[in-house]
């Protein structure tokens, strides 16, 4: 097929490549406006706890030191991003082990620790409570007493203790269902929490200069993030920007307030620009870790792979807080009944609240865990009933003009195709060596929606601006622009140039995130690129006295398509000496009526006297709309499967009576390259998409059904079945020793 | 960090007087690797450090009659890369390509390692089962200990105030020697062994010569297993004779529990893993 584009869909090197791997590149740790000095914070001891008293003479009397901070100095200041249920310092009691209770600003990392250490405080220790299940029981401690009270926080009425949203759906007759069943099959899985593990640490700069408060933080929502700083701070939204900065990774958790109300209050305390950067200690205590999750799964099942009824339970362990989800609470629920047909459905969604570390957004918040239990009890339903895993999910999946198992109705449906795809490619049914084992994982999830802004401004010197309000942590956006600019304008990638704006820019933008940022921002660049041409074409209409309708843009030129004649338009820019801009806005929020699946195969061998587990192929297929820019689409791909290798077999924030013990890389791992297997992905194209080019988003769907491929491909190699991640050596010896006894 | 002075001494005099004039307030500091990090997570505080990167004579490899001499400053990628090393004991070097990363290979000493004890640490497998011995220095004289014998608990040795590990002595490897490293990384490649297994051996006629095993990560220091040796030296191998041998080891094990493994598991993976490498220098083909 020949393309109708020449710059869009053709491999483009990153904007900022250059200055990334040449160091030139600033993050937020780079800047320094005269008199910058460090703030840190002091995490608490206890999991949940009374303050009773707090001294902190010692710590204020420390040379070079500027300010020291407590709960009473912060004006009673709650954050969070859509649920204001965090004190920005405790004031009289602690939920988690990490939450920060004071803080210090000092010449240096050093002395603010120091300080830090000489602040003394009483405590008395209060019943705590870590796992969600327990968090339920009527004799659980209540967290929040006053939970109704907070700014974005809708109760559900009649719901059990600490539990602070419930979802409830119910589709068909789920006890008729049931009773319809041949064989009913129940599980529960367990997944733990797991850090982003980004390179660049959470960090803020803050500088009050005069009115304004000035803002370099790692946020890529900054609009959002201002939000939650100018309410915990009680300060007018306007009076607050946070200046352009690139992201050193976020995977999800970089659009947390975390630390920005503290350096605020700590900047204003000192009258100096302060500099707050967690260590990885910190990070992997109290940031904003993808959360733990347990999922109840009942299906009912006819012998002909018929199946009958699905009931849900998806219970978020949420953490001490709500405040650091976007949303307050996570999906995921609504995806754990997976991609499938079934005419009876029921779901229960609930986020509890316990004195853990409170979870943030990683990477597709929800739906690892969801597609993790979903797609292994797809194989153990498969197992009941005889049936081959990848026939019964043929059986089973939805095709086009049917529900999902909770009542949605999608167009363009590729489930059985990519599926198929993934298969063909790993040659799932090829002779297996002994304990070698091939698993399945699927999923699904349309791009993400929300606002954007983008200005193109064509310059006499033939050069064209682009301008935005969006920071980047890595995806690729700004390249996007550039690949949009240079495909709508006709003309060379280089004389694109990419201008990032403050806060100032426009009211609101939503920023990268939910695999949204291609959808958006494409969208933006072009109605900004047609709105430019509009005008150029006004322009040239007045000043060359052409007729407006005998105008076309052409490249370089503008031409008169009735006489031929033609002009530079940056020639004609030159003359008057103006320049022409155009804007695009979009505002989508609207869930597709398309989605876009990811059907996975792990091949694994597994040592039957160890229990190691060692991946030898992976194969990952999806669904795609037009890819704007190859090698970063395949970026996405490799760096979400990579993730979600992680996530399968060696990535756990442990945590032992409400304390993560995990604290450093050193125990905490993720994979490095040698862990990765040869990788073969397919892509299987789609007729749908959104935007002008028809795009769907590949920032989230790699990442989540991994794991389930991998836990079943142990399984089908070894006969057991590990349940909760990751799936370690040990968990697997340890299932095999119970399989023999 | 907490703030401390850092002396640099010229010669081993002169790091000897300091060792005397700071005492227990003071820390020797050769590659830092380890020190630095635990320093900056406050598990160790020094008043005074004292760096050896200006004492002569401390690094460097010289084969010799009785063998190769290791100076304690040499790096750990100069041993694994040394045409020296590679000819004369390359089963050395083959440990050392398993410690870590090369960024850290290049920085930490061979020296550095050995006194900063910690039972994870790879070279202890190579060391112990090729009878290596570690030249101790202090102000009344030197002494040889076995690295067999070196360490004596968690993150501790034998080397008393005011001795200095100046450099590690191999013995000629015996021609026909076999070995085998097997390190258990069930997590990442990237990370320190669960357990892991070294052996050394001879063999003649399929009986057993000579045999020497270590285990790592398995007890509070790296183990010597005469245990297993002692079972197995002078007799024919067999593979039962392997299997009971290796089961020895749970006896003289000890693991931590933590995030590579509880202690029960790496029990047993100590004993699967001393087994095979029993089969890989005992049995043909294995």
Redesign the interface.
């Given at each position: 097929m020949v393309s109708q584009y020449q710059v869009i869909g053709n491999s483009a090197p990153r904007v900022e490549g250059i200055d990334k791997v040449t160091g030139k590149a600033l993050y937020t740790a780079d800047f320094s406006p005269p008199g910058t000095i460090w703030g840190k914070a002091l995490h608490s001891p206890y999991a949940h706890a009374r303050i009773l008293s707090i001294d902190t003479t010692a710590a204020k009397a420390l040379p070079g030191v500027h300010a020291v901070i407590t709960g009473r100095d912060v004006a009673g200041g709650m954050y969070g991003r859509a649920i204001k249920d965090i004190p920005v310092l405790a004031l009289d009691r602690v939920r988690f082990f990490g939450e920060r209770i004071a803080a210090v600003a000092a010449d240096d990392e050093?002395i603010a620790q120091?300080a830090l250490d000489l602040i003394e405080i009483e405590y008395e220790e209060l019943p705590a409570v870590f796992d969600p299940l327990e968090a339920l029981e009527p004799s659980a401690p209540v967290l929040h007493d006053g939970a109704s009270a907070y700014q974005g926080m809708k109760l559900p009425e009649g719901a059990p203790p600490n539990a602070y949203s419930v979802i409830k759906v119910d589709r068909g007759d789920i006890e008729a269902g049931f009773a319809e069943a041949d064989v009913i099959v129940e599980n529960t899985y367990h997944l733990p929490r797991v850090h982003q593990v980004y390179l660049e640490p959470q960090s803020v700069l803050i500088w009050l200069d005069g009115e304004r408060v000035q803002v370099w933080t790692c946020s890529k929502a900054p609009y959002n993030t201002r939000e939650a700083l100018a309410t915990a701070a009680q300060i007018p939204e306007e009076s607050v920007v946070f200046n352009p900065t690139l992201i050193g990774g976020d995977f999800g958790g970089k659009a947390t307030p975390s630390d920005l109300p503290i350096c605020y209050f700590l900047a204003r305390a000192s009258g100096r620009p302060v500099r707050m950067i967690l260590d990885y200690?910190e990070e992997l205590m109290a940031a904003n870790p993808r959360h733990e999750v347990v999922v109840q799964l009942k299906s009912g099942v006819k012998h002909d792979g018929t199946l009958t009824a699905r009931q849900v339970r998806f219970l978020v362990n949420s953490g001490a807080y709500a405040g650091y989800k976007p949303a307050g609470i996570i999906r995921g629920s609504n995806q754990a009944a997976g991609p499938y047909k079934i005419a009876n459905t029921r779901l229960e969604g609930i986020n509890v609240y316990t004195n853990t570390v409170p979870g943030g957004h990683m990477r597709a918040p929800g739906e690892p865990q969801a597609f993790f239990a979903v797609e292994c009890h797809t194989d153990e339903v498969a197992k009941a009933i005889g049936m081959d895993p990848l026939q019964f999910r043929l059986l089973t999946l939805v095709e086009e003009g049917e529900e999902t198992a909770f009542g949605e109705v999608l167009q363009d449906v590729l489930a059985k195709q990519t599926l198929m795809a993934a298969a063909e490619a790993a040659g799932y049914y090829s002779p297996k060596a002994p304990n070698v084992g091939r698993g399945i994982g699927i999923g699904d999830r349309p791009p993400g929606g929300g606002q954007g802004t983008a200005d193109v401004t064509l310059r006499p010197d033939g050069t064209v601006l682009l301008t935005t309000g969006v920071f980047e942590q890595g995806s690729g956006t700004y390249t996007t622009f550039r690949q949009v600019i240079s495909e709508e304008l006709q003309i060379d990638p280089e004389r694109v140039e990419i201008e990032v704006q403050n806060t100032d820019y426009v009211k609101m933008d939503s920023g990268l995130g939910g695999s949204r940022g291609t959808r958006i921002y494409t969208t933006a660049a072009y109605d900004a690129a047609q709105a430019a041409k509009t005008e150029l074409i006004g322009l040239a209409s007045r000043q060359l006295e052409w007729p407006e309708d005998k105008i076309a843009y052409a490249g370089d030129e503008v031409r008169r398509t009735d006489t031929g004649e033609s002009v530079r338009w940056a020639d004609l820019l030159a003359r008057s000496g103006d320049t022409v801009s155009g804007r695009g806005h979009i505002q989508d929020s609207a869930r597709p009526h398309f989605t876009s699946f990811t059907a996975q195969i792990a091949e694994v061998s597994v040592d039957p006297?160890?229990?190691?587990?060692k991946l030898l192929s992976f194969t990952t297929a999806h669904d795609v709309g037009k890819i704007i820019n190859p090698i970063s689409h395949q970026g996405q791909i490799n760096g979400g499967v990579m993730q979600g290798i992680g996530y399968a077999?060696?990535e756990e924030l442990?945590v032992e009576d409400g304390r993560v013990t995990?604290l450093?890389l050193?125990?905490?791992?993720?994979?490095?390259i040698?862990?990765i297997p040869p990788m073969k992905t397919v892509l299987v194209q789609s007729e749908s998409g959104v935007g002008p080019y028809q795009i769907k988003g590949i920032g989230e769907t790699p990442i989540g059904p991994v794991a389930p491929a991998i836990a079943n491909a142990v399984a089908d190699a070894i006969g057991v079945r590990v349940r909760d991640l990751p799936v370690?050596?040990?968990k697997v010896?340890?299932a095999l020793k119970e399989a023999k006894a | 960090m907490q703030p401390f002075s850092f002396h640099r001494p010229t010669s081993l005099d002169e790091t000897f007087s300091l060792l005397e004039q700071h005492g227990d307030e003071a820390r020797m500091i050769a590659g830092g690797t380890a020190l630095v990090v635990m320093m900056k997570q406050s598990l160790f505080t020094a008043e005074h450090l004292i760096s050896l990167d200006r004492v002569p004579g401390l690094s460097g490899i010289r084969g010799e009659a009785d063998g190769l001499h290791i100076g304690a400053l040499t790096r750990h990628r100069e041993l694994e890369m040394s045409p020296v090393v590679r000819s004369a004991a390359p089963f050395l070097a083959e440990v050392y390509s398993h410690v870590a990363t090369v960024r850290i290979r290049n920085q930490a000493t061979v020296g550095g390692g050995l006194a900063h004890a910690d039972p994870n640490q790879d070279p202890p497998a190579a060391f112990i089962t090729l009878e290596a011995r570690v030249k101790l220095v202090s102000r009344n004289g030197e002494r040889l200990v076995p690295v067999a014998e070196l360490f004596s608990d968690y993150y501790e040795t034998v080397i008393q105030p005011g001795e200095l590990l100046t450099e590690v002595i191999v013995p000629p490897v015996a021609p026909g020697t076999r070995t085998a490293y097997l390190k258990f990384l069930p997590r990442t490649e990237d990370d320190y062994a669960t357990v892991a297994v070294g052996a050394t051996a001879q063999m003649q006629g399929g009986v057993v010569q000579k045999l020497k095993v270590a285990l790592i990560a398995a007890a509070p220091t790296a183990l010597s297993a005469t245990v297993v040796e002692d079972q197995l030296v002078g007799k024919s191998v067999t593979p039962a004779a392997i299997r009971q041998a290796a089961e020895a080891v749970e006896a003289i094990v000890d693991p931590l529990d933590d995030f590579r493994g509880s202690s029960s598991y790496k029990r047993d993976m100590a004993v699967v893993f001393t087994r095979r490498a029993l089969e890989r220098v005992l049995q043909d083909g294995a």
């Open positions: 050093d120091r200690t006297e160890t229990g190691e587990v077999l060696m442990r995990t450093s050193g125990d905490y791992k993720v994979p490095t040698r862990d370690t050596a040990e010896f340890q | -």
